[in-house]
């Protein structure tokens, strides 16, 4: 993959009334500012000896006459797709690279355990459907991830709206694919571990018990099958969700509102999600090793862990933001771009706010 241009300006935009939970703040590619290109591999030895001393001040820019950037952190990493995988596979093809057999095993067998014990332990009424369960495989677990993925495609309001006969409401293709009530059976039992094996005092997460080894599996998979290119991102996304957990969200400005908050690092150029952390208020579980810096710099620097000293570039808006992430990423020989509109995150003169106009910015960089 093709390495993108950039500066390597550590840089804080501190705008005026700009909101703290849906930030905006872009780049874009064909502004008037040229950035030089990356140095070559020969002076990769210079930029390596670069004294981090020199780069320690903070300096204002000059919005009318903007200085060249300095050169940009070496590129470490190995960037693209880690499997042998065709040019011209199928959509099916690159599922199960994430999706192998052995963790749609493990979905059929807990899901299998736990409709089971469901059934033995509950009265069902004469004509509930729970009583015609059979115990469900792989193929059939496949056919119902495909129902799920082709939902999210075809909206509709109501689940029986996929299978309804109606002419305003058919799509046929759910009804020939798996039945309504085999499909509602199977969410209702679908489960990813053994409840009776868990141990709140001895599990690494006890609030994401029930889906703890998907995600898992998951995360690994993202870290594994591709790496990702220089320029990354990270921001906050909110999964919609109304059923009842304490950790649920409320975020008016959100499009879903309610649901639950991932933190999730992309790649920038191909929107890859290389990895993400699940919120779950108190007890968020982050890399313990970061455990002296504030929550916000805690998410940044647990999900970045992996790309340290390896001269990424990361964009992140004013939650995360601060001149002491900056520091940090200046150390690990990396670059950074982000806002910073919260005084009290830093105590340095220069990032006190000035009178500015609506929708005005200064821009300082190092």
Same mark, same amino acid.
């Given at each position: 993959m093709a390495a993108r241009k950039r500066s390597?300006?550590?840089? @804080?935009?501190? +705008?005026?009334?700009? +909101?703290?939970?849906?930030?905006?703040?872009?780049?874009?590619?064909?502004?008037d500012i040229n950035f030089s290109d990356c140095s070559s591999s020969s002076d990769e030895s210079d930029h390596d000896s670069i004294n981090l001393q020199s780069v320690r001040q903070w300096c204002k820019i000059d919005m009318r006459n903007i200085p060249p950037p300095p050169p940009p952190v070496p590129f470490r990493g190995n960037s693209g797709i880690t499997v042998n995988i065709a040019n011209n596979a199928s959509i099916l093809n690159y599922f199960e690279l994430f999706f192998v057999d052995q963790i749609l095993r493990m979905i059929v067998q807990?899901?299998?355990r736990y409709a089971e014990k469901y059934i033995h332990k509950t009265v069902c009424?004469?004509?509930?459907?729970?009583?015609? &369960?059979? *115990?469900?495989? @792989?193929? *059939?677990?496949?056919l119902f991830f495909a129902i799920l993925l082709l939902q999210g495609v075809i909206k509709k309001p109501e689940q029986e709206h996929y299978w309804s006969k109606r002419q305003t409401l058919s799509t046929p293709i759910f009804a020939k694919v798996i039945g309504r009530n085999r499909f509602l059976l199977l969410?209702? $039992? %679908?489960? $990813?571990?053994?409840?009776?094996? $868990?141990?709140?005092?001895?599990?690494? &997460?006890?609030?994401l018990n029930k889906i703890y080894e998907l995600m898992e599996h998951l995360q690994r998979k993202f870290r594994e099958v591709y790496i990702p290119g220089e320029n990354l991102s990270l921001d906050e996304s909110l999964m919609k969700f109304k059923g009842r957990l304490k950790w649920k969200m409320y975020i008016a400005k959100k499009r879903a509102r309610f649901g639950l908050k991932f933190f999730v690092l992309c790649e920038a150029e191909c929107r890859y999600i290389?990895?993400? %952390?699940i919120y779950t208020g108190?007890?968020?579980v982050y890399n313990p090793k970061y455990s002296q810096y504030p929550v916000s710099t805690q998410i940044v620097l647990h999900l970045m862990d992996r790309f340290l000293g390896k001269g990424y570039c990361v964009t992140i808006d004013n939650f995360y933001m601060s001149p002491q992430l900056a520091d940090i990423f200046v150390t690990e020989k990396m670059d950074t771009y982000g806002t910073v509109n919260k005084p009290e995150k830093t105590s340095l003169s220069i990032f006190k706010r000035e009178s500015l106009q609506g929708g005005n910015c200064c821009l300082s960089k190092r």
């Open positions: 390597s300006i550590d840089s @804080v935009c501190i +705008p005026d009334d700009c +909101p703290d939970s849906e930030s905006d703040f872009s780049f874009d590619s064909d502004s807990e899901t299998n009424k004469e004509r509930s459907r729970r009583k015609k &369960w059979t *115990e469900t495989n @792989v193929e *059939e677990l496949r969410m209702k $039992f %679908l489960h $990813f571990t053994n409840n009776e094996e $868990f141990d709140k005092d001895r599990h690494p &997460w006890p609030k290389s990895d993400f %952390l108190e007890g968020t």
